[in-house]
């Protein structure tokens, strides 16, 4: 028997400059942002994403916290950090890979 290689990674899908708050000096401020998605993955193929995480420097105080939640209580204007900074394409390429495969079954099952 063969072994299963499985685990989980992490893909950078932006850094830019926002306004936050920050929990240190408590102020609006702004901060450079990396957001980080997580996946799952078998074999190195990814299977589908799970969590997004920011790492934060306040640029007020210096403040440097890593692998933070991706919350909304975070950034001032969520919304549109979130529409910016999506789970890349190919993290789902599995869960799509599989839709494909249970389509075509249906498709020719429905024909023969």
């Avoid at 028997?1 to 899908?13: C, V």
């Avoid at 995480?53 to 549109?80: A, H, T």
């Avoid at 190919?90 to 020719?108: D, E, Q, S």
Wanted: glycine share 6%; proline share 4%.
């Amino acid at each position: 028997m063969g072994f299963i290689i499985f685990g989980t990674k992490e893909s950078t899908i932006g850094m830019d400059e926002f306004l936050i708050r920050c929990p240190a000096c408590d102020k609006h401020s702004w901060a450079d942002v990396m957001v980080i998605s997580k996946y799952f993955h078998i074999y190195y193929i990814p299977i589908f994403p799970y969590a997004k995480e920011v790492n934060i420097i306040c640029q007020e105080c210096g403040l440097k916290r890593y692998n933070m939640p991706f919350e909304e209580r975070l950034f001032s204007d969520f919304r549109e950090v979130k529409r910016r900074f999506k789970h890349p394409w190919y993290t789902y390429f599995f869960a799509g890979f599989v839709l494909f495969v249970v389509l075509i079954k249906l498709l020719f099952s429905a024909i023969g």
